[in-house]
């Protein structure tokens, strides 16, 4: 059997790689500056659509993926328009019905619009025509784990993870709405080490759907560390719904942006062993006799808490030593760190430390 640590390795190199390549590769395009970015020294797709849309849901992953295919080209922009939003720029250019697409030559604001079929290939071997470019389509890695008979045992039924799988077929028209937000709440949580964002192409794997009791698609189910009967997930669907979901369920606090809330890394418990070393003051049989409650806590915890503990503890021990000012000074810095532009492997990191920090400020 294969060993679950390889495709948790695998599945997280691949989220990573995947944030690189994300709908920030499509210029959002306003009001303000549409004229700016269209129309100027190159050529631009440009998709009018809603947010509501559920033809515009379906094209966004081919859209993202195109965006990603032309990232590197200098004489292409690929953008997009929210017509709720900014409905004058969308009526300027008889936009009637979403999506809309429509290529703007280097140069002109006079579009043509686009016919053709809605997939990435279609859309890349249309731009290499207008614009003269030759570009391939790229490939994205998914934020989401793929499941199949021969992983589904060592992945979902692992003591150790919090799984989220959706049951999904191919031919499935709420699969494919769903298909764009599914893969943003892998992107989400894709350096939470115990969360698995995951999916089973059901209509391929019938005995594994008909083992959970799947009969319709998209089905959604999860599998906390301590139920790997699974159990079913009948929340909302809107990326918010998911992240606040797994939060509940798994005890992590992500935005939906994927970044770390204020509240991540803390403990309860050794928040009020805190209090009770801050209050000790000066005495410090009473603050080693603190250290040693704490010390003992930590000893405890297990997961994601064993990592928060080993934070508490090198900030008890700083605090001691360094003096009370330590807390708020360490702040400071931090929040210096994070302002600047860094990987979101060390802004956990660092937010971590931040969070925990602010239980002695």
Not at 224 to 250: M, S, W
Not at 280 to 298: Q, R
Not at 324 to 341: C, V
Request: aromatic letters at 10%.
């Amino acid at each position: 059997m294969a060993n679950p640590s390889m495709y948790i390795m695998i599945a997280v190199l691949a989220m990573i790689l995947a944030s690189l390549a994300s709908a920030d590769d499509v210029i959002v395009l306003t009001e303000d500056n549409f004229d700016k970015e269209v129309g100027q020294d190159r050529g631009a797709l440009v998709e009018f659509y809603a947010p509501w849309c559920g033809h515009c849901k379906k094209l966004a992953p081919e859209y993202e993926k195109l965006g990603a295919s032309f990232k590197k080209a200098k004489s292409v922009l690929i953008g997009k328009v929210d017509c709720d939003e900014h409905k004058t720029v969308c009526s300027k250019y008889g936009v009637s019905g979403y999506p809309t697409i429509q290529w703007f030559p280097k140069g002109s604001l006079e579009p043509k619009k686009y016919e053709g079929a809605r997939n990435a290939e279609a859309l890349v071997s249309y731009i290499n025509k207008e614009g003269g470019t030759n570009v391939k389509l790229a490939v994205i890695p998914s934020s989401v784990v793929i499941l199949t008979s021969d992983n589904f045992d060592d992945i979902v039924l692992n003591e150790k993870k919090n799984v989220l799988v959706e049951f999904y077929a191919p031919w499935c028209g709420h699969c494919k709405s769903l298909a764009p937000i599914y893969e943003k709440v892998g992107t989400v949580f894709n350096l939470e080490e115990d969360v698995v964002i995951a999916n089973l192409d059901a209509d391929t794997h019938k005995d594994l759907a008909g083992k959970y009791g799947v009969s319709g698609y998209p089905t959604l189910k999860f599998f906390p560390k301590g139920n790997k009967a699974g159990e079913d997930y009948n929340g909302g669907r809107d990326l918010d719904d998911f992240v606040t979901f797994i939060n509940e369920k798994c005890g992590t606090s992500r935005d939906a942006k994927g970044q770390l809330t204020d509240k991540a890394g803390r403990v309860e418990k050794l928040d009020a062993l805190v209090k009770e070393l801050i209050n000790a003051g000066e005495n410090e049989n009473e603050k080693k006799e603190v250290y040693g409650k704490i010390e003992d806590e930590v000893e405890k915890l297990d997961g994601s808490s064993a990592r928060y503990g080993k934070i508490y503890l090198k900030a008890v021990k700083n605090y001691m030593n360094k003096g009370t000012d330590y807390a708020k000074n360490e702040i400071q810095r931090l929040e210096r760190i994070l302002d600047k532009s860094i990987s979101p492997a060390k802004a956990d990191e660092f937010t971590l430390k931040k969070n925990i920090l602010s239980a002695f400020a």
